[in-house]
């Protein structure tokens, strides 16, 4: 019996935690996802990843802990909660031999979706994933992987689940390949959430409404990538190309941003210009102060002041080394002692 309401979030975890024997693969992991939005799930290898989206559509059970899938325990319901989940597993086992098409009617009568209903769906998914015109009569095994990773999300869409969750869908992809696939996964946003794990982080970060990042076992960072940025590194960076004396420009500098650190990046620029380096602890707007002060000497020349932004494979270090240092010992994740909580915005 389904206990769903529209105000449910799409996905609920709530302290849920799994051994495989003694070693802790999740340990009290607790998180939730509104419905439309597009969330990255990260983690360093091992971290529990696939563990947790695993037990999220009710192939594996949680040692502790409770899943819900827009309301519906996964543990006690799994069968409605599967309806509506749609999975794309890392190593997707696709039969070679089948051509799309019967590919996608076979999936759909497993799902039983049958007669029109069916026609309907699986034209759409095709639609949606392009590969009507291109690929619906090809044999799986003749498409490229980027191709056969549409086949996946196809599959996935086609019973037009709440919940989507691929695990690296864009794994061993050329450039316009993973273009396809953001393009794809955009045009999946508000109509049904999806959940991203993937260790390329500029895809996510591109692609993303929020982020999770799990490490050990344990949710380390939960946010938006800019609240996520705010959390893990408030710093400013200016990057400077200057040329002149540098002991003038770090006078010139430090005068703008007394307790800001002011280094020159080794390596050469090619020409008479260095690169100067200025961080500070807080978040600052300084680009036209500088420039002011650097135009204001005769002596020196300034040909580029850029500010740079953390990205998400800083965030992801900064956190995941936090959660990383903050965990006295590998002992900890097989229970024989407590670890330290480290720090998340949920
Ligand atoms: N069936 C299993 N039996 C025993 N240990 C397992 C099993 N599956 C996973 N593990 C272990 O549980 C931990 C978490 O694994 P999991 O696959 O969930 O991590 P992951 O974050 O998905 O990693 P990756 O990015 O490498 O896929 C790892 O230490 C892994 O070796």
């Known amino acids: 019996m389904s206990n769903e309401t529209d105000n449910d979030p799409a996905i609920k975890v709530d302290n849920l935690s799994k051994r495989y024997g003694k070693l802790r693969a999740i340990d009290g992991v607790s998180f939730s996802v509104e419905r439309g939005q597009v969330v990255g799930f990260l983690g360093p290898n091992g971290a529990g990843k696939s563990t947790t989206m695993r037990i999220l559509c009710g192939l594996m059970p949680a040692t502790s802990g409770r899943a819900y899938i827009c309301g519906i325990p996964v543990a006690s319901q799994a069968h409605e909660a599967k309806r509506k989940i749609g999975y794309m597993p890392e190593h997707n086992p696709l039969p070679a031999d089948m051509r799309v098409i019967e590919y996608l009617r076979y999936r759909a009568r497993l799902r039983e979706i049958h007669g029109k209903a069916q026609k309907k769906a699986v034209d759409e998914a095709m639609e949606v ?95 938006t990538p800019d609240s996520l940025r705010e959390d893990f590194l408030p710093t400013t960076c200016y990057r400077l190309q200057v040329a002149g004396d540098f002991e003038e420009v770090k006078s010139k500098l430090s005068a703008i941003t007394p307790h800001a650190t002011i280094e020159e990046k080794p390596g050469d620029t090619g020409d008479d210009f260095r690169e100067i380096e200025i961080i500070a602890d807080s978040d600052l707007q300084i680009s036209e102060s500088l420039l002011h002060a650097l135009a204001d000497s005769s002596s020196l020349r300034v040909r580029e002041v850029a500010k740079l932004k953390p990205n998400l494979e800083d965030i992801f270090m900064a956190a995941t080394k936090r959660s990383y240092d903050e965990t006295a010992s590998p002992f900890q994740r097989n229970g024989t002692k407590n670890a330290s909580s480290p720090k998340v915005n949920a």
């Open 129 to 223: 994933c392009d590969l009507h015109r291109k690929a619906r009569r090809r044999l799986i095994g003749t498409l490229s992987k980027g191709f056969r990773q549409r086949v996946g999300i196809a599959d996935a869409i086609l019973a037009k689940p709440d919940v989507i969750i691929m695990d690296e869908p864009t794994i061993g992809l050329d450039p316009h390949q993973i273009l396809a696939i953001r393009r794809l996964i955009e045009s999946l946003r508000g109509q049904m959430t999806v959940v991203i794990s993937s260790h390329i982080l500029p895809e996510i970060e591109r692609v993303c409404d929020r982020i999770i990042i799990i490490n050990q076992g344990r949710v380390v960072a939960s946010g």
